[in-house]
């Protein structure tokens, strides 16, 4: 192969073959000089070192001849070694491409990672003589990859989503169905036990915790502990090697194209908003010796230190324009190439911060949506960080959802019987129209969740009224201390029957609350089957069977409620609705679209602070057009109280009754009844739900 580097091209960022060699392009605004280093097949030795011979703008750019897909290399790039302007440039340590689609090898532990020596008293001021080569993976030139087919997607509308939130290891490492050798990989997630078992549980769509190739953080592996859930990214374009099974990289895509075979969508939990290079004391991996200065955002008159909005020691740098553009070439590659359905964007505030704050009409939403290929993917929003105004729940453009934390803690805090908690969750069931309805959003705007990764499992709530976090080496601190859970006077496992009954309740009621409400309604994967992680909620670095699923023990029982809970929200459109309720007058009947009611039927007294059961009727939206208008009639009952209640039923118009179709204290809680009867027995601590039938059918 010639070394000889001919001036190539600025315009695509990344090492492109085109068949006879590859032009690398590597955006740095303010270095001096990029040498291009290649590398044996083994990744050990630097077989050569060649300048990049051009620069057009903030781009260096050559092109090779005769390189060839799978040859690797790195960067070594070279300027002023400045921390205190921002620079942090050291031809010592070797770079990761930002945009590289595979690494070879695995990052070691070594001080040669840090662009400073540590024992010098000037801390990172001073400058690092080691090699880092030995102990960072390599990029590798990529074979151009062929587009996925548009016709494979399944296309779910948002009033039609089921989200399952999962780990890609931590859902098959124990489940003892899936073959052994595709336990935690790609394949695995997409085997046939996994995907019957969804399947099942009428989930549209799977959340993959994050997959870009992310790195384990030092102070972990001195614990011997490993970054589990994957937030610390460091290629942005590369599926995490630690999950290849059989196929190696190839098995991410063959896991998209087999989950869209099911009908299931393919949904990315996605961190563009800091990288694995944390603050100042952090390593030198990439963006950090490429050019700190415009990846990342600094604080304002002391260059040296990071804007830490995320809380896990930088920013990036949203608002550049060649950091947008990365994003954004990100975001298409997954879509384009890799054939994903769309993005939960972790801590979104902060890719919406302008140098005035948060602006949902800030550089990065205005990119976002106006891309062609953007338009067609789903797009979710965590929407906080922890930066000043971080929690912006409810702001955020229209095209996106947003995780609801607040139905999180009002759904635990109403079944717990907290004081205030009915008035609360009233919202809540109705899609947090206080939060949502705006700019004419859809009433799914809301995810609502009881559990998501971060925070005791849906069995965990019930089992446990404190964190025990001991697990993760910080003596217990870390993790939320506001869990609105409830152990039922027993902190742990309990052999007490009854003690156990109360818990299996509690868990049916959550869930019944999540997929009753107006919203999309996400589950938090091993919920279904009553997985526990022994009350850690911060299971960030438990790659282990306290962060995998526990599927030994499953209850296939609470997995059966959950199939009844996704078929009854499928069964009726009142409880998916597109538009928001606010008691308008329908044209259709001229019937309100919502009505709240005490189990006599009888307008509810809202002042009431320990007001504790309420009964609902559901219709189709008002602000509907009449042709428009739902059919489908429900009333919703909720008891917290610990007593047995009965409940008058609202009248029927002529020729109809109500159905009994939910019952969430009986052991056959979708019984379907055609009783037609005008009181129905409400069970302390149940949710009942009816619907409204003619002639035995629903209508």
């Not at 062609?372 to 095209?399: K, M, N, R, S």
């Amino acid at each position: 192969m010639s070394t000889i580097m001919l001036p190539g091209s600025p315009n695509r960022l990344g090492a492109l073959f085109d068949g006879e060699g590859a032009n690398f392009a590597l955006f740095s605004a303010n270095a001096q000089k990029v040498d291009l280093c290649l590398f044996s097949d083994d990744g050990v030795s630097e077989t050569a070192r060649i300048t990049l011979p051009e620069r057009s703008g903030p781009v260096w750019h050559g092109y090779l001849q005769g390189i060839q897909p799978g040859s690797l290399y790195g960067y070594r790039v070279h300027g002023p070694y400045a921390p205190e302007h921002g620079h942090r440039f050291n031809p010592n340590k070797l770079l990761l491409d930002p945009y590289a689609r595979e690494l070879r090898g695995a990052f070691g532990q070594h001080e040669a990672l840090l662009g400073f020596t540590p024992s010098d008293p000037a801390g990172d001021l001073s400058f690092s003589t080691l090699d880092s080569a030995p102990y960072v993976p390599k990029s590798v030139v990529s074979a151009p990859e062929a587009l996925v087919p548009e016709v494979e997607r399944p296309h779910c509308r948002s009033d039609e989503m089921l989200i399952y939130e999962t780990h890609v290891k931590g859902l098959t490492k124990q489940f003892t169905d899936v073959p052994e050798e595709l336990r935690g990989t790609y394949e695995g997630l997409a085997s046939g036990p996994v995907l019957e078992h969804l399947q099942k549980l009428g989930v549209t769509s799977i959340e993959l915790l994050p997959v870009h190739a992310f790195v384990d953080d030092a102070f972990l592996a001195r614990k011997g502990l490993r970054n589990y859930w994957g937030y610390n990214t460091i290629g942005f374009f590369v599926p995490e090697p630690r999950y290849h099974g059989p196929a190696g990289r190839a098995g991410f895509r063959a896991m998209v194209q087999r989950f869209h075979a099911a009908g299931i969508e393919v949904i990315l939990d996605v961190v563009y908003n800091h990288t694995a290079e944390g603050d100042h004391r952090g390593p030198t991996l990439g963006f950090r010796g490429i050019d700190n200065a415009s990846y990342y955002r600094l604080i304002q008159g002391q260059s040296r230190y990071y804007v830490n909005d995320t809380g896990t020691g930088n920013t990036v740098n949203a608002s550049h324009p060649f950091v947008l553009r990365m994003i954004l070439d990100s975001l298409r590659y997954w879509v384009e190439v890799m054939g994903v359905d769309g993005f939960r964007f972790d801590l979104a505030t902060t890719l919406g911060r302008e140098a005035h704050g948060f602006d949902p009409n800030g550089g990065f939403f205005d990119a976002l949506r106006q891309d062609p290929v953007l338009a067609d993917v789903h797009l979710i929003a965590e929407p906080w960080d922890i930066g000043p105004g971080g929690y912006q729940l409810g702001q955020f453009p229209p095209e996106f959802g947003e995780w609801n934390d607040r139905f999180r803690d009002t759904s635990r805090r109403y079944w717990r019987g907290d004081d205030h908690s009915t008035q609360e969750l009233a919202g809540c069931v109705l899609g947090s129209a206080s939060q949502f309805d705006r700019d004419s959003r859809r009433a799914s705007s809301s995810v609502n969740l009881i559990t998501a990764h971060d925070g005791f499992t849906l069995a965990d709530v019930t089992r446990y009224s404190r964190r025990h976090n001991l697990a993760n080496g910080e003596d217990g601190r870390d993790g939320h201390n506001a869990n609105f859970s409830d152990n039922f006077g027993v902190e742990g496992d309990s052999d007490d029957p009854v003690i156990k009954a109360n818990r299996s309740r509690r868990q049916r009621n959550l869930l019944a609350t999540l997929f009753l409400s107006q919203g999309t309604p996400m589950l938090l994967a091993g919920d279904e089957i009553g997985n526990s992680q022994s009350g850690n909620n911060n299971a960030y670095c438990q790659d282990n069977p306290i962060g995998w699923i526990d599927w030994e023990n499953r209850d296939d029982a609470l997995a059966d409620f959950v199939a009844g809970l996704a078929a009854l929200r499928k069964d009726h459109s009142s409880l998916r609705q597109t538009r928001f309720l606010h008691g308008a007058t329908r044209a259709l009947d001229e019937l309100p679209d919502v009505e709240w009611l005490d189990f006599n039927c009888r307008p509810l007294d809202w002042r009431d602070p320990g007001l504790s059961s309420f009964a609902l009727i559901l219709r189709g939206s008002g602000e509907c057009p009449r042709e428009a208008q739902v059919h489908d009639t429900l009333l919703l009952l909720f008891n917290r109280d610990n007593d047995d209640l009965e409940a008058r039923l609202p009248d029927c118009p002529k020729g109809f009754f109500w159905c009994l179709e939910l019952d969430t204290s009986a052991e056959d809680a979708f019984p379907k009844s055609d009783a037609g009867k005008e009181i129905v027995f409400v069970h302390g601590q149940s949710v009942v739900v009816l619907a409204l039938t003619a002639s035995g059918e629903r209508i």
